[in-house]
């Protein structure tokens, strides 16, 4: 006697949301049943809401945001942000906790990535290129790296800070390290207390 599964349909649906990033085998599988369980207006709206973000988002190809044919790019179409600031993160995510804080206002400029090379990609796999372009034709003053703190985050921000040293009229930060916000001392690792030791202010 054959073995019992789900129809054809069920089972392309369940292998093409284990695509999807930090949904596994067992999680597809119960988005899948979920989404067949619900009315077909439901998995209609789903179906649709997906072909409208993949037909009408694409990358910026300034600053790497998400952008529409619509309203276009909202920051670099901003005439309210500030001109003379540049703030380097990794991914386009990485803008939205940032614009959250409500602590910077400026450009942004995306890598889509960081310099790894256990998984072979190199500074050419990244959007560097534009990155010195913008600098070229831009009038910053000031470029912030806000990279992760991990390995590979420091080889970028290194690899960018040699590249900065040319542009001598531009400062270059980085995002300070440390301490949270309601932490102690008792809960930080010893990297996040030496980073907050070497980047101690004055009071």
């Not at 003379?84 to 450009?107: F, K, N, W």
Request: glycine share 10%.
């Amino acid at each position: 006697m054959a073995q019992v599964d789900y129809p054809e349909p069920v089972k392309a649906l369940i292998v093409h949301l284990k695509q999807l990033p930090g949904i596994g085998p067992k999680s597809a599988e119960r988005v899948a049943v979920w989404m067949m369980q619900q009315k077909k207006g439901t998995t209609a709206l789903f179906s649709d809401v997906v072909r409208v973000a993949g037909e009408t988002v694409f990358e910026c190809r300034t600053c790497g945001f998400f952008a529409t044919e619509e309203k276009g790019c909202a920051i670099c179409d901003s005439v309210q942000r500030d001109s003379a600031s540049l703030c380097v993160v990794e991914q386009p995510t990485d803008i939205l906790p940032l614009e959250r804080s409500g602590a910077y206002r400026g450009q942004y400029h995306t890598l889509r990535g960081k310099i790894s090379p256990l998984d072979n990609v190199g500074p050419e796999d990244l959007r560097i290129r534009e990155f010195l372009e913008r600098l070229g034709a831009g009038n910053f003053t000031e470029v912030i790296l806000a990279l992760s703190s991990d390995v590979e985050g420091e080889a970028t921000g290194n690899y960018l800070a040699e590249i900065l040293a040319d542009f001598s009229e531009i400062r270059v930060s980085k995002l300070a390290q440390g301490i949270p916000a309601g932490g102690g001392l008792e809960s930080a690792d010893e990297l996040t207390l030496m980073k907050a030791l070497q980047g101690r202010v004055s009071l």
